[in-house]
């Protein structure tokens, strides 16, 4: 339950009804604002073993520091901002671009001086081209100081149009890749239209940009990521990013990818730590200074829990894995808010400390006066008895000594070794070349070292395609790959561009393959994706598979019309054109695939896609192909008939276009299996055959159907209209009929007869109060544009049970529409006393004074996890559960308990981003809400509250409105005070440090525990566990989560009786990404017996898998007469060992 | 003059029908395709292009609200100032505001305005932000993004052109179109202009044509480089020096040259001619400025002087910070003095120290009128980014979208603004009036110390 959206609670509700001021917020401060003196911060600080944290630099002399970056002088550079989050009427704004120097090279910066001030807000500074780039609200800028005295006097504006919807979203994270390209994000909120001479370019939503400063040229290289402020390149140019807002961890930045949030994006790239907290900053860090373990993996802020975390990636086919590891720094100090790392001249690492005890300003009061505006520190960690690196000195060093430093073990050193080589312009050229020549064959970073050189070219815009052909050509797979991308950049400058990266998409390495596959969607010509689909020869992983996906479709405009002019067909290899049409997936690819279909050319295995393409996309003639296809008698061994089926129903409802042909033969598959049978009753409706009204008749009454069928033929007769069905329908919903059968058919009803449906529900809800019955009953009356308004007129003068009506009215809360007329009808009917609304502000402090001295944690995650507070239906913790609201692992740590006490109460107050329902009416009268997921060209894609991807074409929708949050406002109503204490106790735990942080061990969070029917428990029973998992007989699971701590309580199983005794079942489960074996670890062994993929294995406390790339189903039966150990299943690595995997998380 | 074509709304208040012979003039000199030709010709000629069409040019009127739409040539134009100071300069009776609506990357369709929605959303915000502001004139200044779509996306930039024109006639203002600017050729790595050049006088063509069929005056700003008369008028200091920063947007020169022209076109100014002459302590001649309280004092003169405007802003100084233009300076020329040193000083401040020969002609350009032009100049500049933090606040997601349920209490500051706005205006109006100076010529043996 909770915050299914926003985590924290605007003012806004305190203000309400009454004339408090701000001093009356200031009143309320709940937690004590911590003293400011740095070092009681840092002795707050628990650091990893071996390192220890020094100040660098503080307040006064620094202010809320944004974004950090050294200059080749060693000197840091700081944006800073007090003007943040927004500028006052009459303020000036004054905010400022810093640099803080360490001149005695004591690790304490003994100066900052003001090189620019008068910003806006600047969220980003980069160093470079003789002076900086400054990310300045609409603008790009950069600054020069042309005289020398230490502070800008020109100021250009580089690039300008960059959207402020969001003053935590505006451009920012300014970072220059090895190539000299020049990288800046946006957030989602931001919609950027900006005018450069190549061209007007935009971007609606988050993304990170790539920008050559010399040319101008402006493209966008990933899209989405909800607000992305970290990236930063591994020593071979790859791209990770990180999310201050999303819940994956690191992201594998693939070239041209789409990621969560992306508008447009119809397929989406996960991040490589689902279920993760929300990270700022980014640093690979290296070098001497560091321990060797350390060289390579990256460090990010977890500024919202207060900790600098680790992450250690490693290789997984064409992308990559990453590994949490334990925290550089973490700390009870509630104003620590690290958000950004860079590594420092010196070989330490630098953090920049927001010093806040408020983050955000979306869900927290632009003026709230907790928020800190003064306040700000860099802090320095280093490794004790490691020597520091000498600085090197890099500016005013001969061009020999530059190039020179491009082979040292710092990232540090290379980069701006590489900035200064590159800002002395082509005067360095020979001496490059000459510097290429000597590296050395014995060396063994020869190819790294080579690549370095490749990117001092390429910053200089200088092709230099010997280097580059001898690297594509490179031993070591990274460069190969590196090598592959600067090709594409080059690819207007070389001869023979297409062929070479051509070459490469059959590379042994399956990240090389990737990169020339990305690189050839920057060919616009046909020959390009033919050489880019010849990819599909090798092995294909999720990373390849998207790569493909994404050039099939950027490059169609130029393939597609030659394969419908038939004057292409990707050398005669049907999986490849095929694999591209799907891609596309757009009207013009229906005849080629009928085509391929007739010819007899498509693989068994891929003829459901096909055909559900085919469906979804072609005209009458083509979907009666379909429709032939699925109804043949053997027609269930070859195809999904109700995925088929469903398609065509939607192509009916959707596109308006139904099969040609006799449609009634749809009438053989009401007797087929239960969900084909389903299918076809929603055919019979949509297509309105009535010819067979009366065997869905029969079919809704009969005794003893699966409900999903009997839903579907009751729906069926309602689509079908007419007075007949109206009639069939009144007599169904009439009490004579079982109940169940009542209540499908005045759902099915509603949509055809509002008012009439309306009166029976109310007759209904007089005598029944099942939950189940209510809520779906009410669903029924919602999803309907008129619906609520023919339940509040039938509610007039009517008298129903008091559970019922605020069962009812929970479904309307969750709604999220204020639906005022039908919550008065209920709240009257119900006789419900009118709740007051809000909170006192005395009561407030009351009651967050009450948590802290009363609230266990510990009981309330007990009650977090009660069915009826459903919580887990919607909020994950560590990625486990619901997807609907935010993930709650780190709530604790980032809202202040007022925050979360008004979330709870008034959950619509404050909505974090990326989790406000939208209320869609579509022109068949229904209204739906949910959550949006994304929109490409042709459908709106949202989750419901039922954690339901719900998609509707974008030609289907009348109007779409915001609407507050999906959470229920009066979930806590059920609770009693004591028990409210400890939920929000509980909740202002998490992520805290203490029991309720997640751990970074691979745990098994989510699992699915048996429900076994009856039928289902009597099978066990017979014929034992082994069989009936063998036979794959147990389909009955419902979710079950890990405590915070790991472990699975035995308490969360649902034992059945058995000739071995009570017996409880649980799985859960693994995904593959590279093979090879991994450890299971077991807690204990005691009484459990263990299946994987319903293969029954040796159970032992530490297993060794060996499992082949995919997702594996792991089930343990518990004996709970001789179990007394809650479980807890944790993935290890095992020495040497190639494999990848991890512990499927989500709902 | 017969024929006088009858405006759409005639029977509106007078001010439109006031403006009519000079929309006539326009109809018969914007003369489709010849016109850019007979205004190159004429510029070459003549020296401001209003003078080319003769007659009445197109007059602001006290009391205008000057609405400027368009892309970065406009969006960009309200942190340099130099084509309000101008017009604001040029009419010191009257009270002009100006609301500057620009949005980089804009189309004619609004599409840099519809936010999180769509196109049509955009154009919505463009239509519902132009008419509440109440404008009586309305600067076009659209063009330069549209042009990428190049020739295949000329219909629709005509037609939404028309549809955006004919949208916001409802304000029955007056239309002024600017052409956009030619992509100036920097060299590489920059792109070569040649082809978005030829796509950029089509979509002149079609804003040149939709001026002469609203009768509504076209400014054309192509031909920048090469120096057009009304260029030539101010000489600029360094013809090799870019107008634009990238090829497509103006730099602080390209503002200066490019407003110039505008202002030129827009405000029925003769030729700066700003002159004193004195002999003795005789006023021989003056001319645009107002000489009273002549007399003489020992060993020099001394004189009240109030420009009937004030100068136009200088011209912006180059990264070594020399002029990169002539500004308007006000020639002043003594003749009959006595052999010697003489000080000019300007409200007691020693301006220059010259032999009586020197004084004989000499142009003042940066005196107090100067300063106060550039004050004007700093106020609008100001009084600009109060506007833009008032029309386009940050964070408008929280303050007015979809999550103003949690800020959008903080919304009530944002028209706090507007007496801010205001309160530069009215330090504007102050300012933008000339007031009267001393001036002492005196010889330097009574200065000297």
């Not at chain 1, 797979?477 to 490469?504: E, F, M, P, Q």
């Not at chain 1, 095992?1134 to 989500?1146: C, D, I, K, Q, Y």
């Not at chain 2, 063509?205 to 009768?215: H, I, M, S």
């Not at chain 2, 933008?432 to 005196?442: A, D, G, M, Q, T």
Request: hydrophobic share 40%; net charge neutral; aromatic share 6%.
């Amino acid at each position: 339950m909770i915050a299914r959206q926003r985590l924290f609670v605007s003012t806004l509700t305190l203000l309400w009804g009454m004339t408090a001021s701000i001093s009356a917020l200031a009143q309320r401060a709940e937690f004590a604002i911590p003293d400011p003196d740095p070092e009681i911060e840092r002795k707050s600080f628990v650091v990893a073993e071996g390192f220890e944290v020094n100040l660098f630099a503080a307040d006064p002399s620094l202010a809320k520091p944004i974004q950090m970056n050294f200059d080749p002088q060693g000197r840091l550079w700081v944006v800073s901002s007090e003007v943040y989050p927004q500028i006052k009427p009459g303020q000036v704004a004054n905010d400022k671009v810093l640099i803080l120097e360490d001149r005695d090279g004591d690790g304490r910066a003994d100066r900052t001086s003001v090189f620019a001030e008068g910003l806006l807000i600047p969220t980003g500074v980069e160093p470079g081209d003789g002076g900086a780039y400054v990310a300045n609200s609409t603008e790009l800028l950069h600054f020069q100081d042309q005289d020398g005295d230490g502070k800008a006097d020109r100021k250009r504006v580089v690039l300008s149009g960059f959207g402020t919807e969001d003053t935590h979203h505006i451009l920012h994270t300014l970072r220059w890749g090895p190539d000299g390209s020049l990288h800046f994000n946006q957030s989602i909120y931001i919609h950027s239209h900006i005018e450069t001479p190549h061209g007007v370019k935009r971007l609606g939503g988050g993304g990170i940009w790539r920008f050559r400063p010399r040319s101008l040229e402006l493209d966008v290289f990933i899209r989405g990521l909800v607000n992305p402020w970290g990236h930063h390149f591994d020593r071979w140019g790859q791209s990770f990013a990180t999310d201050g807002a999303g819940g994956e961890g690191i992201n594998y930045c693939l070239p041209g990818a789409y990621y969560v949030t992306a508008p447009d994006a119809v397929r989406i790239l996960a991040g490589l730590n689902p279920g993760s907290p929300k990270y700022c900053g980014e640093e690979f860090v290296s070098g001497a200074h560091l321990p060797p373990a350390w060289s390579g993996s990256i460090l990010t802020n977890d500024f919202r829990g207060n900790r600098v975390c680790r992450f250690v990636l490693s290789e997984d086919g064409a992308g990559y894995s990453s590994r949490e590891q334990p925290e550089l720094i973490k700390t009870p100090h509630v104003a620590f808010r690290p958000i950004d790392v860079k590594m420092g001249p010196d070989g330490a690492i630098y953090i920049a400390d927001w010093y806040n005890p408020i983050i955000q300003h979306g869900e927290v009061d632009f003026r709230d006066p907790r928020r800190d505006h003064t306040r700000g520190r860099i802090w320095r960690v280093t490794a004790k008895n490691r020597p520091l690196v000498p600085r090197p000195k890099l500016v005013g060093a001969s061009t020999e000594t530059l190039l020179e430093a491009l082979k040292a073990s710092e990232d540090w050193t290379r980069h701006n070794a590489r900035r200064v080589l590159t800002e002395r312009g082509r005067e360095i050229l020979p001496k490059l070349k000459d510097w290429v020549a000597s590296i050395s064959k014995e060396d063994p970073n020869a190819e790294t070292l080579k690549l370095e050189g490749l990117w001092v070219y390429q910053s200089l815009d200088e092709i230099e395609p010997e280097l580059l052909r001898s690297l594509l050509n490179s031993p070591d797979h990274r460069v190969r790959a590196a090598a592959v991308r600067t090709a594409g950049h080059w690819r207007l400058h070389l001869d023979d561009a297409l062929k070479l990266i051509g070459k490469s998409v059959a590379d042994p390495h399956p990240r090389v393959r990737l990169e020339a596959v990305r690189a050839l969607a920057l060919f616009p010509s046909k020959e390009a994706a033919e050489a880019a689909m010849a990819g599909l020869d090798h092995p294909v992983d999720r990373f390849l598979d998207y790569a493909l996906w994404l050039t099939a479709r950027d490059l169609a405009p130029h393939w597609l019309p030659e394969v419908q002019a038939g004057r292409l067909d990707f050398q005669g290899k049907p999986e490849r054109l095929i694999f591209a049409l799907l891609a596309v997936d757009s009207p013009e690819v229906v005849k080629p695939l009928t085509a391929l279909l007739k010819a007899g050319r498509v693989p068994s295995e891929l003829t459901s896609k096909v055909l559900s393409t085919i469906a979804a996309r072609g005209e009458p003639t083509d979907l009666e192909l379909v429709f032939q296809l699925a109804i043949q008698p053997m027609a269930s061994d070859r195809v999904n008939r109700p995925l088929l089926l469903d398609t065509l129903v939607r192509a009916t409802r959707e596109r308006k276009v139904r099969p040609t042909g006799d449609l009634t033969k749809v009438q053989l598959l009401l007797m087929a299996d239960n969900a084909t049978r389903a299918a076809a009753a929603r055919a019979a409706g949509a297509w309105k055959l009535d010819s067979l009204r009366a065997s869905l008749v029969s079919i809704v009454s009969s005794k003893g159907g699966p409900e999903s069928v009997q839903r579907a033929a009751t729906d069926a007769l309602a689509e079908m209209g007419g007075e007949a069905s109206r009639a069939d329908l009144k007599r169904l919903a009439s009490p004579d009929s079982p109940g169940a059968t009542r209540r499908l058919a005045i759902g099915a009803l509603a949509s055809v007869e509002p008012e009439t449906a309306a009166r029976l529900a109310v007759d209904r809800f007089a005598e029944s109060s099942r939950p189940g019955e209510v809520e779906s009953l009410m669903a029924r009356f919602l999803e309907l544009q008129n619906g609520s308004k023919a339940l509040a007129q039938a509610l007039k003068g009517k008298s129903i049970p008091a559970d019922v009506a605020k069962l009812a009215l929970r479904r309307v809360q969750a709604s999220g529409r204020p639906e005022e007329a039908l919550t008065q009808a209920l709240s009257a009917s119900g006789q419900l006393a009118n709740l007051p609304k809000g909170i006192s502000p005395g009561e407030l402090k009351q009651l967050v004074e009450e948590v802290a001295k009363h609230g266990s944690a510990q009981r309330g995650e007990q009650i977090f996890r009660r069915k009826e507070l459903s919580c887990l239906k919607c909020h994950a913790i560590a990625g486990a559960g619901g997807q609907v609201g935010p993930g709650l692992e780190s709530v604790g740590a980032s809202a202040p308990l007022d925050y979360l006490i008004e979330s709870l109460m008034n959950p619509s107050k404050a909505i974090k981003e990326n989790y406000h329902a939208l209320v869609v009416a579509t022109e068949d009268g229904k209204i739906v809400t949910g959550i949006k997921l994304r929109q490409t060209e042709s459908n709106l894609i949202l989750r419901d509250a039922e954690d339901q991807e719900i998609s509707l074409p974008l030609g289907s929708i009348e109007d779409q409105k915001p609407a507050g949050s999906l959470m229920p406002e009066n979930l806590t109503e059920s609770l009693t005070r004591s028990e409210f204490l400890d939920l929000v106790r509980f909740l202002s735990e998490l992520g805290k440090i203490g029991p309720y942080s997640i751990s970074k061990e691979r745990v098994a969070r989510r699992w699915r525990v048996l429900e076994p029917t009856k039928d289902e428990a009597d099978r066990i029973s017979r014929n034992g566990l082994d069989a009936t998992l063998e036979t794959k007989g147990l389909t009955t699971w419902a979710p079950a989560y890990s405590l915070v701590s790991g472990v699975l309580p035995l308490s969360a199983l649902k034992p059945t009786r058995t000739y071995q005794g009570m017996i409880g079942l649980a799985s859960t489960q693994v995904d593959v990404t590279t093979a090879g074996p991994v450890k299971l670890r077991l807690n204990s062994i005691d009484g459990l017996k263990l299946w994987v993929d319903d293969q029954r294995i040796e159970t032992q406390t530490d297993l060794t898998l060996d499992l082949k790339p995919g997702v594996h189903t792991l089930t343990i039966s518990v004996d709970m007469a001789r179990r007394k150990d809650n479980l807890l299943c944790t993935l290890e690595d095992l020495p040497n060992s190639p494999a990848r995997a991890a512990m499927v998380v989500g709902k | 003059m017969d024929g006088v074509p009858v405006p759409k709304c005639e029977s509106e208040p007078t001010k439109r029908i006031a403006r009519t012979p000079r929309r006539f003039l326009w109809r018969q000199l914007v003369n489709h395709y010849a016109l850019r030709v007979v205004i190159l010709l004429a510029g070459l000629a003549l020296t401001t292009p209003h003078l080319a069409f003769g007659g009445d040019p197109f007059e602001l009127r006290d009391g205008d609200r000057i609405v400027l739409i368009g892309d970065d040539l406009i969006e960009r134009n309200q942190k340099r100032g130099y084509l309000e100071t101008q017009l604001i300069i040029r009419n010191p009776d009257k009270s002009l505001v100006f609301r500057n609506l620009g949005w980089s990357a804009d189309t004619v369709f609004g599409d840099s305005r519809a936010g999180f929605g769509t196109r049509a959303d955009g154009f919505q915000q463009l239509k519902s932000h132009v008419l509440g502001l109440k404008p009586s004139v309305i600067l076009v200044g659209y063009g330069m993004s549209d042009s990428f779509a190049g020739e295949p996306g000329l219909l629709a930039f005509e037609k939404g052109l028309g549809i955006l024109l004919d949208t916001l006639e409802e304000s029955k203002a007056t239309f002024v179109f600017l052409g956009p600017i030619e992509h100036e050729s920097l060299g590489s790595p920059l792109p070569n202009p040649r082809g978005h050049n030829r796509s950029l006088e089509l979509y002149r063509d079609v804003l040149a044509r939709a001026a002469q069929a609203r009768k509504s005056p076209f400014i054309d700003l192509s031909q920048l480089a090469p120096a057009g008369a009304e260029i030539a008028l101010v000489t600029p200091a360094r013809e090799e020096a870019p107008l634009t920063s990238n090829g497509i947007h103006l730099n602080a020169k390209g503002y200066w040259v490019v407003d110039t022209r505008i202002a030129n076109t827009l405000s029925h100014e003769d030729d700066w001619k700003c002159s004193v002459r004195l002999d003795g302590d005789e006023l021989v001649a003056s001319n645009g400025v107002e000489v009273s309280g002549l007399r003489s004092i020992p060993d020099g003169i001394r004189f009240e002087a109030r420009l009937r405007r004030l100068p136009d802003p200088s011209a912006p100084k180059d990264a070594a910070g020399e002029a990169t233009g002539d500004g308007q300076g006000i020639m002043l020329e003594y003749k009959g003095l006595k052999q010697g040193r003489y000080t000019l000083r300007i409200d007691g401040k020693p301006v220059r120290t010259a032999s009586a020969d020197e004084w004989g002609r000499w142009r003042l350009t940066n005196g107090p009128d100067h300063s106060q032009t550039e004050a004007v100049r700093t106020l609008v500049n100001e009084k600009n980014r109060l506007y833009f933090y008032r029309w386009r606040p940050q964070n408008e997601t929280y303050l007015f979208g979809f999550r103003k349920h949690e800020q959008g209490n903080n919304a009530r500051e944002i028209p706090l603004f507007d007496p801010l706005v205001e309160a530069k205006e009215k330090e504007i109006a102050r300012l933008r009036v000339p007031v009267s100076h001393v001036y002492e010529l005196i010889r330097e043996s009574e200065v000297g110390q």
